[in-house]
């Protein structure tokens, strides 16, 4: 940021002369770093979608729901996996396309206006894309559990005999550590979306707050 700063200071002298270039100048570095942030993200999003997609098959293929529910629930089981695949893998590339959109619109863009809305709305973009991911990370959890608890025959008997030999308090101390354990879970994954994205939408947010000094 070291020539914006430089940029800012001989705008900041508030001569004819260096007023309009100084201007245009932090315009087209702010714009320039907008625009790469934004590809950025899209990039990130991408990687981001091929990391869960290789996890997903590696650890949630089809020889691990046949080995932990039998041939018996085995249709049954990858049926429901393959609804909830759909619906993740269809937000994800909607989300996906609207990074995309975003970075063609703020590369393209030449107004300031415009170039700050468009930040506005990536900002948007990415919250939402985030909230989505934690949300429907806790729908598969649940989905998971419930599977775990009415199919998984293993588990199952670990489950009763847990309440045969301790007990109704017991059980419900299980539940409120694997509930704990969830919302670590869920916190840890936040805090990887905060530290990500939330270093580039800080960035972005800079550019934001520079544009809009410019836009005065």
Not at 74 to 88: A, C, G, H, Q
Not at 180 to 196: Q, S
């Amino acid at each position: 940021m070291e020539e914006l700063d430089l940029l800012k200071k001989a705008w900041q002298k508030d001569t004819h002369k260096y007023e309009q270039v100084s201007e245009n100048e932090i315009y087209k570095m702010l714009h320039t770093k907008s625009s790469s942030i934004v590809k950025w993200i899209l990039i990130i999003s991408i990687l981001e979608f091929i990391l869960w997609n290789i996890i997903s098959i590696l650890f949630l293929g089809d020889s691990y729901i046949r080995n932990k529910y039998g041939n018996e629930m085995y249709d049954y089981v990858v049926e429901i996996n393959f609804v909830y695949n759909v619906i993740n893998y269809t937000v994800v590339a909607i989300f996906i396309y609207l990074f995309y959109v975003n970075y063609k619109r703020i590369s393209t863009t030449t107004s300031t206006k415009q170039l700050m809305q468009d930040i506005l709305k990536t900002r948007k973009t990415v919250h939402y894309y985030v909230w989505f991911n934690i949300l429907f990370f806790v729908v598969g959890v649940l989905v998971i559990l419930y599977f775990q608890l009415n199919y998984d025959k293993k588990f199952a008997i670990v489950m009763e005999r847990i309440h045969n030999d301790s007990g109704y308090m017991v059980m419900c101390k299980t539940f409120g550590i694997v509930l704990g354990l969830i919302l670590i879970i869920v916190f840890f994954i936040w805090l990887f979306y905060r530290i990500i994205y939330g270093i580039l939408l800080g960035k972005l947010n800079k550019n934001y707050k520079e544009l809009k000094k410019i836009d005065l």
